[in-house]
């Protein structure tokens, strides 16, 4: 196979078509399941992963349970097939990481598009890499149901003329072990875990991950998908960057809980992080709750916050408009106070967060509609804010980012 001559940025059309396709592996932990990994259907009834993340379950597959985000089935895996030459002791590298999980899928699973496996692919040294997975394990979210991209790069062989030990510097986490690598048409890779929790590795950065080569797989009898399979995969445009900004927005909320998409920019360096010091399941009664947005280019950032009776505008504060909306690249916008009160989460269902980027300062609220100074309550009805973002949207193509954050809930206040 000829190497790939261009080294142009290559993300899959749209990494929706392949959100079927991807589970995570889970085990119970208390009230709530712990993710141990990724896995992604290869086959018919055949998912793989890395083999550290189920090697110990070889025995006892039904232990493990996989679940799939898209459709939120879950399934006991029958049978776990250890790569024939995986090797994991104390002290030394986890050689060969791979596994092949075999379980009984049943709609929508069993007709879900398997994701294209391409054997004897060269990769280019420095080569734009993508993973594709959903990270709701991290914290990590976006509005609807959909796996969120990652890029980085191949950065070369562990070793010399070791053609399956790869390293690359997507930043993936614990609990990503299992995540498909592609290479913009097809999985090249299987991500197994950071350098610096890897025995046997003296690597001068975190920064640098190991994965094993896709080829590994024809081991486990795994058969390449047949080109008419698969999807066809395009160099970047700009929709795939929107998607791709989807995939470095973090936050501290699960994905299940929101229903909205983003609308993005054109533009690949118009993006923003959103974080939240918290997960949703960790907020108690009374926590204060803190957002904090960075943009990565020049941008005018607007955060409404809007439910069945009020709108308001939380950033900047009323009155503070042509001060704080203009923020410079990394210039932190911090929400947690309305007024002279910090936002506190309760145990009542809340209303949404709308946040707003804007290349052009043209937000929705027009200027003799500044919110109350005390309050921040808006003088314009819920339902008008929202149509006046969605007509932003809709007239500002490539102008816009706008995202939906349903507002965190607690349990109810300990009586006792």
């Known amino acids: 196979m000829p190497a790939t001559s261009s080294h142009k940025l290559r993300l899959p059309r749209d990494p929706d078509i392949f959100g079927g396709a991807l589970a995570h592996i889970v085990i119970p932990k208390g009230d709530r399941d712990e993710v141990l990994g990724q896995a992604w259907i290869a086959a018919p009834n055949t998912l793989i992963t890395c083999g550290h993340v189920v090697d110990q379950f070889v ?32 002290g030394d590298l986890v050689k060969f990481d791979v596994a ?22 060269e990769i280019d040294q420095h ?18 149901l959909s796996p969120l991209a990652q890029i980085g790069s ?40 950071d350098t610096a929790t890897l025995p046997g590795l003296n690597l001068p950065t975190t920064s640098i991950r190991m994965a094993l080569s896709v080829d590994s797989l024809m081991a486990l009898g795994v058969s390449e998908s047949s080109n008419n399979e698969a999807p066809s ?14 995939g470095i927005i973090t936050m501290a909320i699960f994905a299940y809980q929101y229903q909205g998409k983003w609308s993005f920019s054109s533009q690949p360096n118009f993006m923003l992080t959103v974080s939240f010091e918290k997960a949703p399941l960790d907020y108690k009664f009374g926590d204060a709750l803190k957002m ?42 911090v929400i947690e106070s309305v007024g002279n ?57 490539g102008e816009v980012l706008h995202q939906q954050i349903k507002a965190p ?3 109810p206040p300990d009586k006792s």
């Open 59 to 90: 025995r006892a597959p039904s232990s493990l349970t996989v679940k799939f985000p898209a459709s939120g089935n879950r399934y006991v895996i029958r049978e776990i097939k250890l790569h024939p030459s995986f090797q994991r002791h104390e």
């Open 233 to 246: 995969l395009l160099n970047i445009i700009p929709g795939v960057v929107a998607f791709l900004i989807c």
């Open 100 to 121: 092949a999980l075999t379980i009984d899928l049943i709609e929508p699973e069993s007709s879900a598009r398997s994701l294209p496996v391409t054997y004897d692919k």
């Open 409 to 411: 809930q607690s349990k």
């Open 292 to 333: 904090t947005i960075t943009p990565k280019s020049p941008c005018f950032i607007y955060v409404y916050y809007i439910d069945d009776t009020m709108a308001l505008q939380v950033f900047p504060a009323p009155h503070q408009t042509a001060i704080k909306a203009q923020r410079d690249a990394s210039s932190n916008a």
């Open 127 to 144: 080569q734009t890499l993508s993973a594709i997975r959903y990270p709701i394990h991290l914290g990590v979210y976006t509005t609807s």
């Open 154 to 193: 191949f950065l070369g062989p562990l070793k010399r003329n070791d053609r399956f030990h790869l390293l690359h510097d997507l930043a993936l986490a614990p609990g990503d072990s299992g995540t498909a690598l592609f290479d913009g048409e097809s999985v090249v890779a299987i991500h197994c875990g």
């Open 341 to 397: 009160q910090a936002i506190l989460v309760n145990h009542l269902p809340g209303g949404t967060f709308h946040i707003l980027a804007l290349k052009q300062d043209t937000p929705p609220v027009k200027e003799d509609e500044e919110g109350d100074a005390h309050t921040y309550l808006l003088p314009i009805t819920p339902k008008k804010l929202l149509d006046r973002i969605n007509k932003l949207v809709t007239q500002q193509p």
